[in-house]
C-alpha cells in the first residue's frame, strides 16, 4: 500500500501529467488558427504548477516517497518552480512565430512541451537510478519529437536526426555508468549508494569506470565540450521558438540531475568528478567562445555561448567540496544554481527578440538581420542590448553577481589550481564578451537593412519588457536570489 505521503511528494506531477491529457483532448476541437483555448489552458496550467511549486519551495520541507525514489525538497522545488515559468515565457514567445510558420495545425507544441516539462519534473525529483532515466528519456524524446515538428521543413528534420542519434548515444552512456554503479554497490537508491561508497569496501576503479560514462552523459545533456557538438546544429536547424523550448528550461533540470548524482549520490567520489567537471570546463569555455567569434549565424552564435556558459557553471561545481568544508560546498554549488537561473532567464530575452524579429516567411537568424534595430524600436533594441551585456559579465548586470559569486567560491577554496581556474574563466570571459559586443554595435551603429517596424501583441511585448527589467533589477538587487539559492543547496546537503 503507497502511504498518502507518496502521493504528496509528487502532487505538481500529477496536476501536470493529468492537464496534459486533458488539454490534449480539448486541443482535437479547438479550431482557431492560433489555438487560443490550448494556448490559454497550458498557461493556466503551468501557473497552478508554477504556484504549488513555489509553494511547496518556500515550505522548505523534505519528503521522501515511494520507497525513496521521489524526494520534494527546497532546491528541487524551486528548481522545478524556474523551469515552469520559463516554459510559459517561452510558449509567451514562441506562439506568434509558430503560428505563422503553420506549426500550429495540431495543438503538439503546447502538449508535448507539458511532456517535456514533466519528464523535467521527474528527473529533478529522481532520488533513485532508474527514476533519474525514465525522466531523463521523456524530456529527450520529446524534445526530439519537437525540433522535428516543422514536417516540411528539411532544415529541422536534419536537425532532429543529429538530435536523435547523439542523444541516442549519450543516453547509452549514462545507462552505462549507472548499471556500473548498481554492480559495485548493490542499489539503485542514491542514498543507498551513498552509503555503500562511503564504506570504502566497493572497488575504486569500476565506481570511477562507471563514473566516467555518468560524467559523459551528463555533459552531453548540458552541452559541455567535447560533447557539444549537437549543440550548434540542433539549435540552428531547430525552429527558433523550440531551440528555446530546448536551450531554457531543461538546463534547470540538468542541474538538478548532476546535483542529485554527482552530489547526492556519489558525493565519495568528489575528487574523481570535479577533475572531470574541471577538464570539461576549461575545453568548455575554450571552445565555446573561440568559435562564437567566427559564427555570423546569431542562433549557431548563441549554442557556442551556451557551451562557454556552461563550462562556467560547471567550474562552481568544480569549487564545492566537503575537503573544505560544507561551508564552502554549500557556497559553490549555490553559486552554480545561481548561474543557471540568471542564464536562463537572459536566454529567454535573447531568443524572444530573435522570435519577434521573425516574420512570416523571414527567420531573422543572422547577426546582420539586427542591424539598426535601435532606430526601428529602441525597446527591443535595449532589451537585447542587457542581454548581450548580461551574457557577457558586464556590471550591474545579473551575469556579471553570477559570474562573480562562481569566481569568489573558486578563489575561496584556497587552492593554487582553483585560483588558476578562475584566471583562465575571467581570460575567456574576455575573449568572449567581444562577439556579445559586436551584436550591440551592429544593433546601434550600423545602418538598418529594412524600414519594416517591429510590432509584438500585448502579452509578448509585456513579458519582454518584464524579462528585460528582471535582468538589470536582479544584477542590482542580487540578495535575494542568492540566499534562496543558498538555502535550497543547504537544505539539500543537509539530507
Not at 520541507?61 to 518552480?81: A, E, I
Not at 509567451?92 to 517535456?116: I, N, W
Not at 516543422?150 to 532532429?160: I, K, L
Request: with cysteine; proline share 3%.
Amino acid at each position: 500500500m503507497i502511504d498518502k505521503l507518496s502521493w504528496v511528494t509528487i502532487y505538481p506531477e500529477i496536476v501536470l501529467l493529468v492537464m496534459a491529457c486533458i488539454i490534449a483532448l480539448v486541443d482535437l476541437s479547438d479550431t482557431s488558427p492560433r489555438r487560443t483555448r490550448t494556448y490559454v489552458l497550458t498557461l493556466l496550467t503551468l501557473l497552478v504548477v508554477a504556484v504549488l511549486t513555489g509553494m511547496a519551495a518556500i515550505d522548505g520541507k523534505t519528503s521522501y516517497g515511494f520507497g525513496g525514489m521521489v524526494v520534494s525538497d527546497s532546491m528541487g522545488n524551486w528548481l522545478k518552480c524556474f523551469a515552469t515559468i520559463a516554459l510559459m515565457v517561452t510558449l509567451v514567445y514562441g506562439r506568434p512565430y509558430a503560428a505563422d510558420r503553420d506549426m500550429l495545425r495540431g495543438g503538439e507544441l503546447f502538449t508535448v512541451s507539458m511532456f517535456a516539462l514533466l519528464g523535467m519534473f521527474v528527473m529533478i525529483s529522481g532520488s533513485n537510478f532508474l527514476l533519474i532515466y525514465l525522466g531523463l528519456e521523456l524530456l529527450t524524446l520529446s524534445s526530439y519529437a519537437l525540433v522535428a515538428l516543422r514536417r516540411d521543413n528539411a532544415v529541422a528534420s536534419e536537425a532532429a536526426m543529429k538530435y536523435f542519434v547523439l542523444g541516442a548515444m549519450a543516453s547509452g552512456f549514462l545507462l552505462y555508468g549507472l548499471s556500473m554503479m548498481y554492480g559495485a554497490t548493490g542499489s539503485l537508491d542514491l542514498n543507498e549508494v551513498f552509503k555503500a561508497i562511503s564504506t570504502g569496501k566497493v572497488n575504486h576503479q569500476v565506481l570511477v569506470f562507471g563514473l566516467v560514462f555518468i560524467v559523459a552523459g551528463l555533459a552531453f545533456k548540458v552541452g559541455a565540450a567535447p560533447f557539444h557538438m549537437w549543440v550548434p546544429d540542433v539549435y540552428q536547424g531547430a525552429p527558433t521558438a523550440v531551440t528555446l523550448l530546448i536551450g531554457a528550461a531543461p538546463e534547470l533540470a540538468a542541474f538538478g540531475i548532476i546535483i542529485r548524482l554527482l552530489v547526492d549520490g556519489l558525493q565519495p567520489l568528489a575528487i574523481d568528478w570535479q577533475q572531470m567537471l574541471a577538464v570539461l570546463a576549461v575545453a568548455s569555455l575554450l571552445i565555446g567562445n573561440l568559435a562564437a567569434i567566427a559564427q555570423s549565424n546569431l542562433k549557431r552564435m548563441l549554442a557556442y555561448s551556451t557551451i562557454s556558459q556552461m563550462g562556467f557553471m560547471l567550474l562552481g561545481l568544480v569549487a564545492g567540496s566537503d575537503l573544505h568544508g560544507t561551508q564552502n560546498a554549500q557556497a559553490a554549488y549555490s553559486a552554480s544554481m545561481f548561474y543557471i537561473v540568471t542564464y536562463v532567464l537572459t536566454m529567454l530575452a535573447s531568443f524572444g527578440i530573435i522570435l519577434l524579429l521573425a516574420r512570416e516567411g523571414f527567420e531573422s537568424e543572422e547577426i546582420i538581420d539586427l542591424a539598426g534595430l535601435n532606430q526601428r524600436s529602441p525597446l527591443y533594441a535595449g532589451v537585447m542590448a542587457i542581454a548581450m551585456f548580461s551574457l557577457a559579465g558586464l556590471p550591474p548586470l545579473v551575469g556579471f553577481y553570477a559570474k562573480l559569486a562562481v569566481l569568489q567560491a573558486l578563489i575561496a577554496s584556497g587552492q593554487a589550481i582553483y585560483i588558476g581556474l578562475a584566471v583562465f574563466a575571467v581570460m575567456t570571459s574576455l575573449v568572449g564578451a567581444f562577439y556579445y559586443l559586436r551584436v550591440v554595435k551592429v544593433m546601434y551603429f550600423d545602418a538598418p537593412v529594412t524600414a519594416t517596424t517591429v510590432s509584438a501583441s500585448f502579452d509578448v511585448r509585456t513579458v519582454l519588457t518584464i524579462n528585460g527589467a528582471l535582468i538589470l533589477i536582479l544584477g542590482v538587487l542580487p540578495g535575494g536570489l542568492m540566499t534562496l539559492c543558498y538555502e535550497a543547496i543547504a537544505a539539500t546537503l543537509a539530507h
